[in-house]
């Protein structure tokens, strides 16, 4: 079993930054891939960015290449999600998720664990 707990949202103006944080507990975090997906009111959850268990591929959706970067610290079990220039599109309830094995990252069936999520708002 793996718990995550995401934190850092907020609200931010719009070109503005957020780091997201995913604090994992329980078993081994470092064999782990980690995924980040968001939702936005009235829409579906979508995938954001995902990264392989040693940090080595990044797999990330075409709407925030450029923008948004993920990272990982497996000696703090940790997961980063780096949001630059933001948008208000970008609003949305943010979560990080773990999958015991990778294939493509971007859909949710292939994630085991989920966070409870943290709201980023782009609002000026």
């Known amino acids: 079993q793996v718990q995550l707990v995401e934190s850092g949202g907020g609200l931010v103006q719009p070109g503005g930054s957020l780091r997201l944080s995913c604090a994992a507990s329980g078993r081994a975090f470092s064999s782990y891939a980690m995924g980040w997906f968001r939702q936005a009111p009235g829409k579906e959850r979508e995938f954001v960015l995902a990264?392989?268990?040693?940090?080595?591929?990044?797999y990330y959706a075409g709407s925030v290449k450029g923008r948004f970067t993920i990272s990982r610290d497996n000696a703090k079990n940790t997961v980063y999600l780096q949001m630059n220039s933001l948008k208000p599109e970008d609003t949305a309830v943010y979560y990080c998720a773990a999958a015991a094995t990778l294939y493509s990252g971007s859909h949710q069936n292939e994630y085991d664990y989920w966070g409870q999520g943290t709201q980023v708002t782009v609002s000026s």
């Open positions: 990264i392989s268990s040693s940090g080595g591929t990044i």
